[in-house]
C-alpha cells in the first residue's frame, strides 16, 4: 500500500514539474525566459528575402547574412528574420502605413527586447539629379514628409495649375507641420557611421553612366556613386517630373526657412520615424540608434527634352546597383558594430 501512495507521489510531483515548465517563456533562441535582444535590425520596404531568383532590398541581407531564423511579429508584415550573431530583418511593405504600423509590431513584440538595439533603414530611393548620381549611396540627415498640409483648392484653373500641389498658408500650418512632419536623425551616430564608410568601395555600372549622361544638364548626375550626406523627402504619393519636383523643392525651403534642400524621395521613412518616436517614449527602442541610408536607384524627373511618363522612369537601369551598394555600406557599418559593440555601447548610451 505504501509503495502504491508513493507511485501516486511521484506521479503528481511529475505533473507539477510539467505544468511549471510550461509556464516559462521560451524565445526562438531557444533560451527559457529570455527575451530576443538584436544588435542590428535592418528595416527594408519590400522583397521575399527567401526568392532566389529575386534581387531586392531584403535578399541581400537574407542571404548574405544567413537570417534563417525567423520569430513572427503579430501585426507586422514580415516576421523578423535573424541569425545568432545579432542581425535582423524585417520587411515593412511599401509605403506609410504599412511602415508604421509593421515598426509598432515590432517594436510592441512581447518577445523582443529592443531597448540597445542599432536600426538601420537601408533602401532605394529616387535622386534629385542636382545633388548625386543613380548608385549613391545617402546618409540621410533630416526626413521631411510632403503629404502633410494645408490643400485649399481655388476654383481657377490656372490658379489651381500654378499652386498646387505645393503652398503654404499661414505661420500656424507651418508650427503644425513641424510638430509632425520634420525628423532629425542623430547627427552624432550619423557623422560616426559616415566617417566608417570613407574607404567603401561602391559598385559601378556603364548601363547607368550611358544612361545618366541623358542629364548632362545636371554636373553631379552623371559623376560615378559616391556615398553622401542629405535630407529625404517622403510621401505616399510616387512622383516623377520636373514640375513636380520643383514644386517639392519649394515646399521644401518653405518648411525648413531655406535650410533644406531634398537630396532624396521615397515612400516610408516619415512614417517609420513616426513609430520610432512612439516607441522611444514607451522606451521600447533608443530614437537615437536609428540610421537611414538611402540609394539612388532613378532620378526623381526627367531629363530635358523628354515627357515624363511611367516608361521614362521604368527605362532607368539604377535598381540593381542601388540595392547592392546601399546592402555594401549598410552592411559595412553593421559589421563594424557587431565587431565593436561593447566600445560602441559606451560612445551611444
Known amino acids: 500500500m505504501s509503495k502504491f501512495k508513493g507511485l501516486i507521489f511521484a506521479g503528481l510531483f511529475a505533473v507539477v514539474i510539467f505544468l511549471m515548465s510550461g509556464c516559462s517563456t521560451m524565445n526562438s533562441n531557444g533560451n527559457s525566459g529570455e527575451k530576443l535582444s538584436p544588435k542590428v535590425v535592418i528595416v527594408t520596404a519590400f522583397g521575399d528575402p527567401k526568392d532566389l531568383k529575386e534581387v531586392s532590398e531584403s ?38 502605413s504599412n511602415a508604421a504600423s509593421t515598426i509598432m509590431a515590432l517594436g510592441l513584440s512581447k518577445d523582443l527586447d529592443l531597448t540597445n538595439t542599432v536600426f538601420i533603414i537601408a533602401g532605394i530611393a529616387g535622386m534629385n539629379p542636382q545633388k548625386g548620381s543613380i548608385g549613391s549611396v545617402v546618409f540621410v540627415r533630416r526626413v521631411i514628409d510632403i503629404d502633410t498640409k494645408y490643400q485649399i483648392h481655388s476654383n481657377r484653373i490656372e490658379e489651381l495649375s500654378k499652386d498646387y500641389p505645393m503652398s503654404l498658408s499661414d505661420e500656424k500650418e507651418k508650427s503644425w507641420i513641424d510638430r509632425v512632419s520634420k525628423f532629425a536623425m542623430n547627427n552624432k551616430l550619423l557623422e560616426h557611421c559616415f566617417e566608417l564608410s570613407k574607404n567603401v568601395k561602391l559598385k559601378d555600372s556603364s548601363d547607368v553612366m550611358k544612361f545618366a549622361r ?50 532624396v524621395t521615397e515612400m516610408e521613412d516619415s512614417a517609420l520615424l513616426s513609430a520610432f518616436v512612439r516607441l522611444d517614449k514607451e522606451r521600447k527602442i533608443d530614437f537615437n540608434r536609428i540610421l537611414i541610408l538611402r540609394s539612388a536607384s532613378n532620378f526623381d524627373r526627367e531629363p530635358t527634352g523628354v515627357t515624363p511618363t511611367i516608361d521614362s522612369f521604368h527605362f532607368s537601369p539604377g535598381y540593381f546597383l542601388a540595392t547592392e551598394n546601399v546592402y555594401i555600406v549598410a552592411s559595412s557599418i553593421a559589421n563594424n558594430i557587431l565587431k565593436n559593440w561593447s566600445a560602441f555601447n559606451q560612445q551611444f548610451k
Do not use: C, R
Not at 64 to 91: A, F
Open 59 to 96: 535578399a541581400l541581407w537574407y542571404n548574405d547574412q544567413k537570417l534563417y531564423e525567423t520569430l513572427e511579429i503579430p501585426g507586422g508584415h514580415s516576421p523578423l528574420y535573424y541569425n545568432n550573431q545579432g542581425v535582423g530583418l524585417v520587411i515593412t511593405g511599401m509605403g506609410k
Open 214 to 263: 541623358k542629364y548632362k544638364e545636371y554636373p553631379k548626375a552623371v559623376e560615378k556613386p559616391q556615398i553622401l550626406i542629405g535630407d529625404n523627402v517622403t510621401s505616399d504619393t510616387f512622383w516623377h517630373g520636373k514640375i513636380y519636383s520643383e514644386k517639392v523643392d519649394k515646399w521644401i525651403k518653405q518648411v525648413t526657412d531655406n535650410d533644406s534642400e531634398y537630396m
